[in-house]
């Protein structure tokens, strides 16, 4: 039985209670007093909102390279942009976050590491590596409120507000997260990997059903 089959035989039964009160008080007032009574039946639910994000694009993958010497630098994002580089994959995508929401929230996203620790290995270099993300509506007007950052920012260790108002509807409730490194050439090889992490909660300007 799902929900709204629930919601018919809840309300039909009211409606049928009612009406059968109604009987019985006609009745008895008709033979006391010749006046009519009506009562009626409630029907009561409570609509709860649900908060799901999904990655329906959950990787980014540059695969190995190196710094292309001389240079001291190599810089690589998820739009196909890549700079003094030797054998790293393209990549022309970034992460793509979905709302599954029953309602408008509002969404943080964090990094597990910085480049200080993804790329640099926790020690000093010069020139040192970065690591950045910036925000897009992937599908139009998917963020109704505040998208930040619009430009590449260093990646947050810490939970940050991406999105005031990310929409829930279908064909608007995609937001796209494109990630750049700039990679020292000092950066000691080895395998790299951080987490990104979105966490949706109810806040900001017109969540939540607020």
């Known amino acids: 039985m799902n929900s709204s089959q629930v919601l018919t035989l809840v309300t039909v039964f009211a409606i049928a209670f009612a009406a059968f009160n109604l009987i019985i008080t006609l009745d008895k007032v ?19 909102s649900d908060i799901n994000l999904n990655f329906t694009l959950n990787m980014i993958n540059w695969s190995s390279g190196n710094v292309l010497s001389p240079n001291t630098w190599a810089y690589l994002n998820s739009e196909g942009v890549m700079t003094n580089n030797q054998s790293f994959s393209n990549v022309t995508n970034g992460l793509r976050l979905e709302s599954l929401s029953s309602t408008d929230i509002a969404v943080n996203l964090s990094s597990t590491l910085s480049a200080f620790n993804f790329l640099d290995g926790g020690q000093a270099r010069v020139p040192a590596s970065s690591f950045q993300w910036k925000m897009s509506n992937f599908e139009p007007t998917s963020c109704e409120g505040t998208l930040f950052p619009s430009s590449y920012q260093e990646v947050s260790t810490s939970p940050t507000t991406i999105c005031t108002d990310f929409n829930f509807e279908p064909t608007t409730d995609v937001l ?17 990997g951080a987490v990104i992490t979105a966490t949706g909660y109810c806040g900001g300007v017109g969540t939540c059903g607020q």
Request: charged share 15%.
């Open 30 to 48: 008709g033979k006391l007093t010749g006046y009519a009574a009506a009562e009626s039946g409630t029907a009561n639910l409570t609509i709860l």
């Open 176 to 192: 796209e997260i494109d990630l750049a490194v700039n990679i020292s050439w000092l950066a000691p090889s080895g395998i790299k």
